[in-house]
């Protein structure tokens, strides 16, 4: 359950997550690393888990405004713009009860993920300002999906890397465009472009690349005309059902994926590029 927030609290509390509020309670949210696109590591992960409790707690925001910046939305992984790791590496040998532990809290952070950014209490526009390929699920449960022309969805986190999708993607994937193309698209790895997604039913549009922010700002201005109870608890009815369907089978995916995990995580978490083979030499250290 997250708590009451004020913008002025977490306004400057995430070093990954950008927040402007304006006169009209529209709240945008870009995620950045040091000003360019999201870098997707241990602490950015936890930390949008974190944030968006923040804005779920806001009840002064009327509509939120959700991107990235830079030419991804959320497509590098585990190292900084410049090639160096990230400061503290997170993905090393960790036998035991050390994994194990280690597993748990991921898990636990991902549970509040995915019910928080539900928990946001007004209408979500997601524009997905480029190429997505991990944690899709956090744009897509907006309640209106923007894509630029460039951008794609893909999982490359989790089959194609020898671990089982269960963290979100066996969810969101089959509730918006059913479940031959969601299996397909996970076993494959398969990048689904934005015109195909649009054509799935997973986006509402697609847009130069120039033009989606501009397009989110103007169908924000066209919702927060409305009563703010009325933003309030339609957004509440459309999440309902996907509330519902994360309940039955979030937990159940993340034991799956996290009991499969004893086999991938003392040895490949570190793996590079993206698409190596499970089992292919040497292990991360």
């Not at 009325?230 to 369907?245: C, E, G, H, M, S």
Request: aromatic share 10%; hydrophobic share 35%.
């Amino acid at each position: 359950m997250v708590k009451r927030t004020r913008f002025k609290e977490y306004e400057d509390r995430y070093a990954n997550y950008r927040f402007q509020l304006d006169e009209d309670g529209i709240l945008l949210m870009q995620c950045h690393t040091n000003g360019g696109s999201l870098v997707w590591d241990w602490k950015s992960h936890d930390d949008m888990a974190d944030a968006f409790a923040d804005v779920a707690g806001d009840r002064e925001i009327k509509v939120l405004i959700h991107t990235g910046t830079g030419e991804n939305y959320n497509a590098n992984w585990g190292a900084l713009p410049n090639g160096e790791p990230p400061e503290k590496p997170e993905y090393r040998l960790m036998p035991g009860d050390r994994g194990l532990r280690k597993l748990d809290e991921k898990a636990w952070y991902n549970r509040n993920l995915i019910n928080n950014v539900l928990d946001v209490g007004v209408p979500m526009i997601s524009a997905v300002n480029g190429p997505c390929n991990i944690h899709s699920e956090v744009p897509l449960m907006g309640d209106i999906v923007l894509a630029s022309e460039d951008a794609y969805f893909q999982d490359v986190s989790h089959f194609p890397r020898g671990q089982v999708p269960g963290d979100g993607q066996h969810v969101i994937w089959p509730f918006l465009v059913g479940h031959n193309r969601a299996r397909y698209l996970l076993l494959t790895g398969k990048k689904l472009g934005a015109q195909e997604a649009l054509s799935w039913g997973a986006v509402a549009e697609v847009l130069p690349k120039d033009q989606l922010l501009d397009r989110a700002w103007e169908l924000a201005r066209e919702l927060v005309r409305k009563p703010p109870l009325v933003l309030r608890y339609t957004r509440d009815l459309f999440t309902q059902d996907l509330k519902r369907a994360f309940l039955n089978e979030l937990g159940h995916g993340l034991g799956r994926e996290t009991y499969a995990q004893r086999e991938f995580f003392p040895f490949g978490g570190g793996m590079e590029p993206l698409d190596r083979p499970w089992d292919a030499q040497p292990w991360s250290d």
